[in-house]
DNA sequence: CCTAATCCCTCTAGCTACTGTAGCTTCAAG
DNA sequence: CTTGAAGCTACAGTAGCTAGAGGGATTAGG
């Protein structure tokens, strides 16, 4: 029954204290048992949860996709097509910002890239920026 | 002398009225004037510059950067370096975020791939995500 | 001129996923 | 038994908005 401090857990998992308060706060951790004074007691229990959570987190999975996942993850004789298409999901998403940050990437090369390096009244940056006849038709 | 509501100023940039409020209120849009009956009216310029600050955000440039850009706007005779670095700075956190996030793409993707489709036992999606004695030596 | 519809006003709270602070208590080592 | 590190709660703050409550102003039609 080994038991681990707040503090323990924390550097276990590369976390910090207030984030592990906050998990148990949103539901995220079970809340665990306390000493007489107060403070938490961990099992080897929480510490794999929180390890999966970590891992699920540095992925980038939002809270509400690993508390799918977490639920999912207690029933090991279910089909796992809803664990898989919440990572397809979050693979589609990933998709979609790496295309976004694309396209803007593009214009911000191109508006430096033209850009004469004299003074102001004649920088492309600004004027691509100020150009709002252009930019009200395209963006929206 | 064209006065614009407040709501034909956020038809005409693609903001929320909301929106243009709280620009006033931390300082990126000035006050414009208003009614006797306490309504706000905006003039040509405020379109202008409400024009120039919804082009920048969505180019991806936060309120801080497009603070430092209105002001260096205002200056057409300076040289032009602050505003390159400025767009010089944001290129490179997109290409940042580009790359960390291609990264996340082949991990996840490779989890999805790999998966067997069969039950939650033995689905590699959930596997990874508990194998902390990998993940805490790879990521942290 | 009156009325109804639409717009606008302020103020407050909420969103994500934490992080930081203040002021106090508890624990473990020596 | 003392001391210093670590823990506790509660609240505020981050970025950039968005949503709602409970009212007042404006305007177009009749």
């Given at each position: ?78 089909p796992c097509?809803?664990v898989d ?56």
């Amino acid at each position: 029954m080994s038991d681990y401090s707040i503090g323990h857990l924390a550097r276990q998992t590369g976390y910090a204290v207030q984030t592990l308060r906050y998990y148990e706060e949103i539901g995220l951790m079970p809340a665990p048992p306390r000493t007489g004074g107060g403070q938490r007691r961990y099992s080897a229990a929480h510490l794999e949860r929180l390890s999966f959570i970590r891992h699920a987190r540095d992925l980038g999975f939002d809270i509400d996709a690993i508390r799918a996942l977490l639920r999912l993850a207690e029933h090991p004789n279910a089909p796992c097509t809803d664990v898989d298409q919440i990572a397809l999901a979050h693979l589609a998403s990933i998709d979609d910002k790496i295309a976004r940050l694309q396209a803007l990437r593009r214009e911000i090369a191109q508006m430096t890239e033209s850009c004469a390096n004299r003074n102001i009244a004649n920088c492309r940056v600004i004027e691509v920026l100020a150009e709002h006849k252009q930019c009200l038709h395209d963006h929206h």
